[in-house]
């Protein structure tokens, strides 16, 4: 069913996929609108994008937040709610040996922060929450307080490759330095790992022998600003369905997969 939207986005850097959502809202390609944009750090020159469209921006320093912990570990004030082995038993970033220590010291600071941007959030109702360069692994603390509705999630990301291939941070340079021939970017819901959640949506293009890093950056960028606003409008056509699905191999063992399953659109 199409309904307007409320859209929050979280960014690091300069909001390029940002604009495109922007004017595709603005356009009326997507039925909703952004409420708010909220960024890891006062540099993301995308924050002045939403403050010239009178969109409220806020800033949750990652970095201060991380530091203060290296230097005073003991004198953190954690969230009320916070649950350090409940975080242990369901996050995927780490393997299940991996030690107490690191893990504590990526989660914990992570953890201080997102508290902050949900209270921050707290003053807008969302639909959906988009992660438009957002450059920060969100955690269960905050994925489990967003997706409040099992079974229908809300935080969506857009990946620089074709995933499961890539994941990271440097998905451009990573289809590069690998000599892949073809290259793209995926939009996919965000779960407990790193660009693991079920994809939503993808689109390609072919790499050559001449092509440079920056060429095929600069074409997959122009997926990514078409792609991001045709899945928030899916989304908020209502045409997305996540859905379990089990088969059956010849060995007698089962696989399981959660795959986005796009519904026809009630003019079709």
Known sequence: MRKNIRIGVLISGSGTNLQAIMNACESGKIPGSIVFIGSDTSHAAGLKRGKSHNIPTFVVDYPSIIRNFKKAPQQVTLPDDFDL????????????????ATVKAFFIPRVIAEAAILDKMKNYSIDLLVLAGFMRNLTPYFIDRVNTVPGHPKIMNIHPALLPAFPGNDGYGDTFRYGSKVGGCTVHFV??????????????????????????REKGLKLEWSLYPECVKLFAEGRLKTVRKSYALKNGKKMHRTVVKILPSPED
């Open 85 to 100: 082995y409940e975080i242990f038993s369901k996050q995927t970033l780490f393997p299940a040996d991996a030690d107490d």
């Open 191 to 216: 779960d407990y790992g790193e660009d693991t959640g079920p994809i939503i949506g993808q689109k390609a293009y072919t790499i050559s022998e001449d092509d440079t890093l920056e060429s095929i």
